[in-house]
């Protein structure tokens, strides 16, 4: 048998050498396809990447717009600073954490495996003390640079995490909300294990527990040494005992650690609100008696117009990004100008650049968050400028930024912080005094909420528009849910166009007009008073006038005869409005109602507005909306909800609501600003011009109504004689124990006005005590007062509309004339009467 067949050493190296050759072969062959994929296959791209490489860009930044009142003063600017971060996991102590077990592990080196559980955790406890002790030293020395105490520092670190973590939270539940509900339209199962899963996913740290977070400005040059510090390291030596290696070789504790972990300093451009806070000196030498006093009055008043001017939001969210796209697709001038091609562009399905947006929000932009820094957002913004260098001939290409544009209010600043003082409990005005006695249910010295509103007949511009309380842009930053959380004052509520209210009495001489309009009332017609409506029901649809155990029972009686149409405004006769409104009925009253603006918002763009309501709501379907604004589709079709709004059309109303909405009650509601609106529209003989507080170059909206001027002359006689009629006119005078003395008291001023009570729902607060009925006690109760003017010089026309709701102040004249009264003052003192 013959044995395995031999290979000469030739042989043998001549197959070494074509393996190798072979080998060669492969890898040539590789290097071949290599070169094909990136000269033919993928040249372009290749190409397009080489001459990325010859060019250099950078952004430039711009500046957002500035907020001007009607003088030109200066709102809201931004001002370039510097603010003090931390990372969040430094603030949290997971810094500290993390570094104390790294440190452990490197001092016991490769003897950390050999340790238990219980073991590495004692050790990690030793050694982090220090760590956290360095944490707070860090926390002092900040607490110094940003000129607070450490108590006011640890305050304002604490809101951080609760803010961030309460949003985790809120984001975690929508996840797994979203994914539970993904997994049963996939039909699947959520077993206790995917149940974990889902969860785990959903706790996933969201971008706020990722950032450094903003503790506070500094100027220049403490940023400048902060900065230095940044690079600065410092030794933290433990008394642990010196661990010896296996080696023989002996490691000290001693760690290396930044003398300000965590710290970020960066360039911002804070958003400065000039006139958040002003000193305001107020006479109160024309005060009623009883509080009257020779000395002024200084106050020092936040967040003056803060409802209006807004505040800015340190992040955009999603819906900032979606708001900014649709800008975009509804004003193609502004998409002309801010669309560019960058280096960063990216090609899209035709192959052409897709262009990038100069104003698009990057992390760390701020963002108007409400009133016009919201509504305004895309004229304040402004658009960066790109600089592009080609580096291999140093060709320069520039787009210059664009700053924001201005943005002019028809706010005087000066006249609304002067109102705003005037509606400053400490004043006096604004509290329950002994002259609101007897309307007045609340003790004396009680706080009042209210609204008032200062509007130019001729123009429709809205010089002030004050809500109170009010909050500083302090309080929203450091603390925002003491503001949110405040049930008792909701001073977030801008009172002004926000909240509803019943109009009460000063709705009549808009029933009177409208009565005439439609010839449901004859000028010179008479019609009794009653003392209540309903002849067998004195307890129901009473006259205010109505009191036979004081003597007191009707008009009809008081003035030996019954009332025309002046007269019962002069007077206020409840039983006159309700014939009017039952004469009226639904179609009519609302329409009438309509014309003088109950229903419509303006959309003044100074944040939400309460359009007005006339009956009861209705569910109205609409099409659902993903988070990007687009109808969600299921099964093809879009999937629909209900919304409810105000039906405002009168199809649901009977004839006992229009009975009641004929004297402002019911299902009747609208706000102070409404009030100002509508007795400039009886000012103008039946013009509208539409409300607004934002300037933008534009003739304001006018238009004509159908009202009959007559019916207009008759309602602005009634309310000149509320005012002037000494005998019978409703808030002519104040009645006190020194005797009687005008409401309005201002020399060569004329006013028209008109005060209303409107019956109001007692405040009760969340977990209130009881009463021994097992009723919650409330923390405010009574009627809200309301004045509304017309003022102007004496002899003249109507210049101004003023209106005044104190919420459950009782009298509309005692409690809210006697404010108007010293608004026409302030006027006077700011050169407009």
Not at 196 to 205: G, N
Not at 253 to 277: A, C, F, Q, T
Not at 576 to 585: C, D, I, V
Not at 610 to 616: L, R
């Amino acid at each position: 048998m013959a044995g395995p067949r031999k290979i000469s050493p030739r042989a043998a190296f001549r197959r070494r050498l074509m393996l190798l050759m072979a080998a060669f072969s492969l890898a040539g062959a590789g290097m071949a396809v290599q070169m094909t994929r990136l000269g033919v296959v993928n040249a372009e791209k290749s190409f397009e990447e080489a001459q990325r490489r010859l060019y250099r860009q950078r952004w430039v930044p711009t500046v957002r717009g500035r907020i001007l009142d009607r003088h030109g003063r200066v709102l809201a600017q931004n001002r370039p600073s510097y603010e003090v971060a931390i990372d969040y996991q430094v603030l949290r102590g997971e810094w500290a954490e993390a570094r104390a077990v790294r440190h452990a592990r490197a001092v016991h080196g490769k003897a950390w495996p050999l340790l238990s559980d219980e073991q590495r955790d004692a050790v990690v406890a030793r050694f982090l003390p220090l760590y956290e002790e360095h944490v707070r030293e860090m926390e002092r020395r900040l607490a110094w640079v940003l000129g607070i105490d450490e108590q006011a520092f640890q305050g304002r670190k604490a809101r951080i995490i609760e803010l961030v973590e309460d949003t985790a939270r809120a984001v975690a539940d929508e996840r797994i909300k979203k994914y539970r509900l993904e997994q049963r339209e996939r039909g699947r199962e959520l077993t206790p294990e995917l149940e974990a899963l889902l969860q785990e996913r959903a706790e996933q740290p969201i971008a706020a527990q990722r950032e450094p977070q903003v503790l506070g400005d500094v100027p220049d040059a403490t940023a400048f040494e902060l900065i230095r510090l940044l690079d600065t390291f410092t030794e933290l030596h433990s008394d642990e005992e010196r661990v010896v290696g296996e080696a023989g070789e002996a490691r000290a504790n001693v760690d290396p650690v930044p003398l300000l972990p965590g710290v970020v300093v960066r360039r911002s451009e804070e958003r400065e609100y000039p006139y958040d806070r002003m000193e305001v000196t107020l006479a109160r030498d024309t005060f009623p008696t009883t509080i009257r006093d020779d000395t002024a009055m200084t106050l020092e008043i936040e967040g003056v117009a803060a409802h209006l001017i807004g505040w800015m939001g340190d992040r955009p969210l999603k819906p900032d990004t979606r708001r900014r796209a649709a800008e975009l697709r509804a004003d193609p001038l502004l998409g002309e100008r801010a669309m560019v091609e960058t280096l960063d562009s990216a090609k899209g399905p035709d192959g052409k650049l897709k262009k990038l947006d100069r104003g698009r929000y990057l992390d760390g932009d701020s963002v108007g968050r409400s009133g016009v820094e919201w509504s305004q957002e895309a004229t304040l913004r402004g658009l960066r400028g790109l600089h592009t260098e080609r580096l291999d001939i140093g060709e320069r290409n520039t787009i210059d930024p664009e700053p924001g544009r201005d943005v002019h209010l028809t706010i005087d600043i000066n006249l609304q912080a002067r109102v705003q003082g005037l509606l400053d409990p400490r004043l006096g005005l604004a509290q329950i005094q002994p002259y609101h006695q007897p309307e007045a249910e609340m003790p004396v010295g009680t706080p009042l909420a209210g609204a008032a509103v200062v509007l130019d007949v001729d123009s429709g511009e809205v010089l002030a528009l004050v809500t109170s309380p009010s909050f500083s842009r302090e309080a929203m930053r450091e603390d925002p849910m003491s503001i949110f959380d405040d049930e008792l004052n909701t001073a977030w509520v801008n009172r002004a166009i926000a909240k509803p209210y019943p109009p009460g009495s000063i709705m009549k001489p808009v029933t009177l007009t409208g009565a005439v309009t439609h010839g449901i009332y004859r000028e010179g017609e008479r019609i009794a008073c009653t003392g209540h409506l309903l002849p067998n029901r004195p307890d129901l649809l009473r006259c205010w006038i109505y009191r036979p155990q004081f003597g007191m029972t009707t008009h009809s009686a008081q003035l030996g005869h019954d009332l025309n149409g002046v007269e019962a405004i002069t007077v206020s006769c409840n039983i006159f409005f309700y014939t009017l409104g039952r004469r009226m009925g639904p179609t009519t009253i609302t329409g009438v109602f309509r014309e003088f603006g109950v229903g419509t918002p303006w959309n003044l763009g100074v944040g939400m507005e309460f359009p007005g309501q006339m009956g009861g709501r209705t569910g109205v379907e609409v099409p659902e909306l993903d988070e990007d604004g687009q109808p969600v589709i299921k099964d093809g079709r879009p999937v629909m909800r209900t919304e409810y709004v105000y039906r405002n059309d009168g199809a649901d109303l009977t004839e006992f609501d229009t009975t009641l909405m004929g004297m402002g009650q019911g299902p009747i509601a609208w706000t102070p600003l409404h009030a100002a609106a509508a007795y400039a529209t009886l000012a103008r003989m039946g013009v509208v011009i539409e409300p607004r507080v934002i300037n933008d170059g534009m003739p304001p909206q006018v238009h004509e109504t159908s009202f009959d001027r007559r019916g207009i002359q008759l309602a602005l006689a009634g309310i000149d004689g509320v005012v002037n009629d000494r005998a019978h006119g409703t808030a002519e005078h104040l009645t006190l124990e020194t005797g009687r003395e005008p409401i309005f008291n201002t020399p060569g001023i004329h006013v028209w006005g008109k005060s209303g009570t409107a019956q109001a729902e007692p405040l009760r607060l969340n977990g209130a005590p009881l009463d021994e009925n097992g009723q919650e006690i409330p923390v405010r109760w009574g009627e809200h007062a309301w004045f509304t003017a017309l003022v102007g010089r004496e002899g003249d026309r109507p210049r101004y509309a003023i209106s005044v709701i104190m919420e459950h102040a009782g009298s509309g004249g005692r409690a809210s004339g006697t404010i108007v009264n010293q608004i026409i003052r302030a006027l006077v003192a700011e050169g407009y009467l």
